[in-house]
């Protein structure tokens, strides 16, 4: 199956599913906590490795990646890609990433949707889709 890159996305790719998305979190907030915890036991950063640090290294990773990728790292590892709804050979913005992290930070969005997309790609204009 060829590759398909983030700015070459086509618009019959099909949505993402409820559990790759979950997935594709898990993977995201275990990878930003064991990189949080490995500062602090390195005595970069103090704090709680299980708190804000966590949190703000997520969205920063999370809008990075999907800005210069197309999906962040968990999304990556689980073959999903971030594409701007309606034109989704354009790749997505930073500042469309950043709206679109900090929303799912707060875990609301990702979990209500509309027409089988999180609020959180609703704002963002973006669509989430599996590769």
């Known amino acids: ?18 559990g790759r998305r979950v ?23 103090g704090g709680n490795p299980n708190g804000l640090g966590t949190l703000g290294l997520f969205v920063v990773e999370s809008a990075l990646f999907t800005a210069v990728a197309g999906g962040s790292f968990g999304k990556l590892a689980t073959r999903l890609r971030v594409v701007r709804d309606g034109v989704p050979g354009q790749p997505v913005s930073l500042a469309r990433a950043l709206v679109r ?5 707060l875990l609301l969005p990702p979990l209500l949707t509309a027409g089988g997309r999180g609020l959180h790609d609703v704002a963002a204009g973006t669509r989430t889709v599996a590769i």
């Open 1 to 18: 199956m060829p590759q398909t890159s983030p700015t070459n996305a086509s618009a019959d790719l099909a949505p993402a599913s409820f």
């Open 23 to 45: 997935l594709a979190l898990f993977v995201d907030w275990v990878t930003c906590l064991a990189v949080v915890e490995g500062l602090v036991a390195a005595g970069v950063v």
């Open 101 to 105: 992290s900090a929303l799912v930070a």
